[in-house]
């Protein structure tokens, strides 16, 4: 065959590839792309909905536990000036003066922690109430009685009668850390439950309100009529009960929480005991200034002072003495006054406590058996 008919044989097959291939490109596009081994990288997905942080599934979680307090309570009305007067008397038969009284209300928050109906709350929240009402996330109402309340920690455990009640669940305040967020979930100023939200600021404050502190900081809102509600982390655990503000007509960005695991204890001893047993040691100490315990050689200058030791006491049974400085309890450093006191109280009557102190410039252990603090 000749060289053009070889070129004539190929041209029709060469035509139809072409013909063939303009086809495929034209009616099915999609078949070019790479399906082989090379990465690529997925571009963004521009129909995906946006992703919106929320603390929804927290507050949810949470909210149902929190409950508005309504206190009610008489207190005595000044009477007139004029009914002093002898002449006025007269006329209410020789002093049967009418007594005045008046109503006061007030108003707070409380947390339900168990199924039983039992609600912790802030003692000053239902001090020296005549009626207490507590009004439920799902609009219930009923009222409460008072358990017992514990003046050193400002709680007070309530208990009310109704069935299908949502305990709040409880979290772990030693593992939060500060800048952590929190929600502060309470009634403020009375109108109706509210969620503000903040950080955790600082933990372990004490601020001279009640004998045991270790109060949770938070920027998170704390209002009038907050007290008594829940500070819960971002899964909507419990973390502390709101206790108190710095300022007391408004809230400034420092609230106060008394940690959950304090509320809880508080709780369980007045439950079953019918007030809060603590461990005791009796002593009385007094804080060294940072220059005198640097001058005694102490490394952090830290220290307590023991001032005076209660006859029969664990203390005086362990061998303390009046000048002893205690530098250790349970190989902790001691702080202040109110860090040791509160790491006494919060062991149980009988168990052992290992005391470290400076007497003489000479540092010596001594072991006791926590007692139980007594009442008042």
Known sequence: MTVSGVIRYLTWPVMAGLLAGFAVLLFFPSSLRDTGNTINTPGPELDAPPQTLSYANAVARAAPSVVNIYTTKTTPRPRHPLLNDPFFRRFFEGGNIPQQQRMESSLGSGVIVDSDGYILTNNHVVDGADQIVVLLFDGREAEASIIGRDDGTDLAVLKIDLDALTPIPIGDPHQSRVGDIVLAIGNPFGVGQSVTQGILSATGRGLGLNTFENFLQ???????????????????????????????????????????????????????????????????????????????????????????VHVDSPAYLAGLLPGDIVTHINRQLVGDGRQGTNMIANLKPGDTIHVQVLRDGKSIDFTAVAGTRPAG
């Open 218 to 308: 938070t920027d998170a809102a704390i209002n009038p009529g907050n007290s008594g509600g829940a500070l819960i982390d971002a899964e909507g655990n419990l973390l502390g009960i709101n206790s108190a503000i710095l300022n007391q007509s408004a809230s400034v960005g420092i609230g106060f929480a008394i940690p959950a695991d304090t509320a809880i204890r508080v709780k369980e001893d007045i439950v079953n005991h019918g007030r809060v047993i603590r461990g005791w040691l009796g002593v009385q100490v007094q804080q060294l200034s940072p220059t005198v315990a640097a001058q005694l050689g102490l490394d952090p200058p830290r220290g307590l002072l023991i001032t005076d």
